[in-house]
């Protein structure tokens, strides 16, 4: 089973210079998310796994993997609460 | 900060980003007075989005302080759109469950289908076209919702046969216009709407599918707004059209047969060579050359002087009256204006007989001097 994660097609939002606006589908209250937050906002375009996030968030500001791994992952738990990151669980084929 | 520099400033940030436009930007940071004046323009002009990109990248110099500014500014106005996205959405939905079709215009619309990034282009209101047949419900469906017009139609059925549209407000002080036609007077009325409806571009946002204009109509209704909102344009509303007629994905061929349809060509027209002018748009396209080639008729001129001045309701009243197709829509159209519904006449605290007096002078005004304001 792997895990991946895109962004709520129902999360409005909007770029700023120093980060990006969401206004999660259920809320009146937009929130802004900034530094590598923008960046993993971007690459959550896409369904996307943690280590594959990890290891675009790690090339955009070359660092090492393990540098951002736990930044990652706190942020995708913080995008995911909000309700702006859906959480899609898939079937490994074998 | 004299104006001259002002509104070179102003320029500077409407034609960001634009590798034609010929226009010199500040080359050191404004002063303190230079940029509170500066600043206090930005918002009304629409250009928010514009002056943060231009801070971003230095186009703008700026010092850290007016950078922080520009950036908190440019902040609150996108939480105003995401806001206004959302109210957005809420009503479509809600129309649509009613039967009621609608199109998107301008500011969601033009943010997401015209512009490589939505932030540069941000908006104050909601503006939806709905067919006139369908205000009157439209208004009802949105009641509903809480939102509601605080200004009564003229008369029972005028706004939705005759007049532009009908402005209505959330509890928040949010406007939702919802349009009928394009602009009030003359050019709202030469539209012709069946061929607007027979044809939508989608607009996929928040995860709805929702409807806009064509792209060669939202330029034609972004030259409108250009040209026809009075003497001076918002400077946004200038790069909408530089934006849409540089970067939009028209037909030309489809862009001069709609404008030509509307009877809208020297609107169009005007509006390409404002642009060029103002923002010093060194690229000559298909669209620039014939606007540049383009000769108004004289009517169309006196027209378009009507709208660029502050010319009277009566006066485009007037104007409307002429472009009313057929004997009855005429005599509805100045029924209507004569005798407007009781309700009306008590909150503008007029009597019957004061309405028709001064609607008389108003008239024999315009007919004398269509141009001159109120």
């Known amino acids: 089973m792997r895990q991946t994660y895109r962004r709520r097609d129902q999360a409005l939002w909007r770029s700023i210079p120093d980060g990006v606006v969401l206004l999660p589908p259920a809320g009146n209250d937009p929130v802004a998310v900034r530094g590598p937050g923008q960046a993993l906002w971007a690459a959550l375009d896409e369904h996307r796994t943690v280590e594959d996030l990890v290891e675009r968030l790690a090339a955009g500001f070359g660092a090492a993997p393990e540098q951002v791994d736990q930044e990652v992952r706190q942020l995708l738990d913080h995008l995911v609460s909000m309700g702006v990151v859906e959480v899609e669980t898939w079937r490994s084929t074998a | ?374």
């Open chain 2, 1 to 374: 900060m004299a104006v001259d520099s002002l509104n070179a400033a102003l320029a500077a940030v409407t034609a960001h980003g634009l590798p034609g436009a010929e226009v010199s930007a500040p080359r050191t940071p404004l002063d303190d007075d230079s940029w509170t004046l500066f600043l206090a323009n930005v918002a009304p002009q629409g250009l928010s989005g514009l002056l943060a990109a231009a801070v971003s990248d230095g186009t703008i110099p700026a010092t850290e302080a007016q950078r922080a500014e520009v950036h908190d500014r440019h902040l609150s106005s996108m939480v105003t759109v995401l806001l206004l996205e959302r109210l957005l959405l809420e009503s479509v939905e809600a129309l649509a469950a009613a039967g009621v079709e609608t199109r998107v215009l301008k500011g969601s619309a033009v943010a997401h289908l015209d512009y490589a990034d939505p932030a540069l282009r941000p908006f104050r209101d909601v503006d939806l076209l709905v067919r006139g047949d369908d205000l009157p419900r439209t208004v009802d469906v949105l009641r509903q919702a809480g939102i509601v017009a605080r200004a009564n139609e003229l008369r029972r059925g005028f706004a939705s046969r005759f007049g532009k549209g009908i402005t209505l407000y959330t509890h928040e002080a949010y406007e939702i216009d919802v349009h009928r036609t394009f602009a009030h007077g003359a050019f709202g009325t030469r539209v012709p709407l069946g061929d607007v409806w027979d044809g939508q571009q989608e607009l996929r946002l928040g995860g709805q599918v929702l409807h806009a204009l064509r792209a060669e109509e939202r330029l034609l209704h972004a030259a409108f707004h250009c040209v026809l909102g009075g003497p001076a344009p918002k400077a946004i509303s200038v790069r909408d059209v530089a934006e849409m007629a540089l970067y939009g994905d028209y037909s030309q061929d489809r862009l001069r047969s709609t404008a030509r349809a509307w009877r809208a060509e020297a609107v169009l027209a005007v509006a390409v060579r404002h642009a060029w002018r103002s923002l010093r748009i060194a690229d000559i396209t298909a669209v620039s050359s014939w606007a540049a080639r383009y000769e108004p008729t004289l009517a169309d001129r006196r027209l378009l002087r009507m709208y660029q001045s502050d010319a009277s309701y009566a006066a485009h009243a007037m104007s409307s009256l002429r472009a009313v197709p057929g004997v009855r829509g005429k005599a509805a159209f100045i029924q209507s204006l004569a005798l407007p519904d009781q309700r009306f006449l008590e909150v503008h605290e007029m009597t019957r007989v004061q309405w028709l007096r001064r609607g008389v002078a108003r008239v024999g005004q315009a007919l004398r001097d269509p141009e001159r304001g109120p």
